[in-house]
């Protein structure tokens, strides 16, 4: 039972280079996010997928696009990096309504 | 627009101490779920405690608890019997529709020896 797992760690992009993260969980839950975290702004909600076959927009979702792939799978892609975009993103899931969060390890990511 | 406020951005206490970390919030629903979310230097998210707004009575885990006051949308949290494992950023959250949690900005805890 490994819970959440992200892929990669860390990244190193250049300006305008594409990537994508992976998130996958193995408790069967229902709704999985993304988020990212930048010093004083605590943790930004960017896209999440209520259910399997549903995303939604989070706080700020511009830039970004996301795949739930099955209900084990979601994946955050950023079509042309910017600089602004250096952060770390977090994948979370959540069972039940109202059920704590698990996060993922987080994805150090930086953008040049 | 940040629904989750913790007016701390640091704070210190002693070894062996107890510090109260403060969190308020915006909400309009009569139920709904609170969180406070530790992460060490590890950047590890872990979650510390669940508050379920319809029950009255205060949770607890171990040498952390909280002071839930539903009319004033204030969610503090205790630590007693302060720890060097304890130093951490402490992230207080709310859950909205969907299931989305919210966070506010964080507070940096550190226990000193």
């Known amino acids: 039972n490994a819970g959440v797992t992200q892929t990669p760690k860390f990244q190193v992009l250049k300006t305008g280079q594409s990537m994508t993260l992976q998130c996958a969980q193995d408790m069967n839950h229902n709704s999985m996010y993304w988020y990212r975290q930048d010093p004083g702004m605590g943790l930004r909600l960017i896209y999440y997928?209520?259910?399997?076959?549903?995303?939604d927009k989070g706080e700020v979702p511009n830039g970004y696009n996301v795949s739930r792939l099955n209900k084990r799978e979601f994946s955050l892609r950023l079509e042309s990096a910017a600089p602004s975009q250096t952060s770390v993103y977090f994948c979370?899931?959540?069972?039940?309504?109202?059920?704590?969060?698990?996060f993922g390890p987080g994805t150090r990511l930086t953008v040049l | 627009a940040q629904t989750v406020t913790q007016s701390q951005p640091e704070m210190s206490v002693q070894e062996a101490e107890t510090v109260t970390l403060s969190c308020t919030y915006d909400?309009?629903?009569?139920?709904?779920?609170l969180f406070w979310y530790k992460q060490p230097p590890s950047r590890q998210m872990i979650l510390v405690i669940r508050?379920?707004?319809?029950?009255?009575q205060n949770a607890t885990e171990n040498r952390f608890s909280v002071n839930f006051q539903k009319a004033a949308k204030s969610f503090s949290l205790k630590i007693s019997d302060s720890q060097l494992g304890d130093t951490a950023m402490y992230f207080c959250?709310?859950?909205?529709?969907?299931?989305?949690?919210?966070f506010g900005a964080g507070t940096i805890l550190r226990v000193k020896s």
């Open positions: 909400t309009s629903e009569s139920n709904y779920y």
């Open positions: 959250a709310r859950v909205e529709y969907g299931n989305k949690l919210v």
């Open positions: 997928s209520a259910s399997e076959g549903t995303t």
């Open positions: 508050q379920e707004a319809y029950k009255q």
């Open positions: 979370a899931s959540t069972g039940l309504a109202g059920g704590p969060g698990v």
